[in-house]
């Protein structure tokens, strides 16, 4: 069993930075894979960022790649989401998840668990 909350959302304007935060709880937090999806209302919540059980391997959403990067510190059960040049269309509610398997970080029906989202809002 693993417990996420995320946090470090807020009001940013255009361009600005923001770093969100997720706390994992249980012991087995080291061998999931990890991802980072959003939802902006009335959208399907989509993939934003992923990262392997080492660290070794990261993938982006087209939309977000060389703005965003992900990492994380086994050590204490945390992973990170960097974003930079934010735009407004980064507007949106972002969860962090955790994949048992860590084989199918883009897919958000593999994962197993959730947290319940942090409100980011870029304004123009």
């Known amino acids: 069993q693993v417990q996420l909350v995320e946090s470090g959302g807020g009001l940013v304007p255009a361009g600005g930075s923001l770093r969100l935060s997720c706390l994992a709880f249980?012991?087995?937090?080291?061998?999931?894979?990890m991802g980072w999806f959003r939802q902006a209302p009335g959208k399907e919540r989509e993939f934003v960022a992923g990262?392997?059980?080492?660290?070794?391997?990261?993938h982006y959403g087209e939309s977000v790649k060389d703005r965003f990067t992900i990492s994380r510190d086994n050590a204490k059960n945390r992973v990170y989401l960097q974003m930079n040049s934010l735009k407004p269309e980064d507007t949106g509610v972002y969860y962090c998840?955790?994949?048992?398997?860590?084989?199918?970080?883009?897919?958000?029906?593999?994962?197993?668990?959730w947290g319940q989202g942090t409100q980011v809002t870029v304004s123009s």
């Open positions: 990262i392997n059980w080492s660290g070794s391997s990261t």
């Open positions: 998840a955790a994949e048992r398997d860590g084989t199918d970080l883009r897919n958000l029906y593999a994962y197993d668990y």
């Open positions: 249980g012991r087995t937090f080291t061998y999931y894979g």
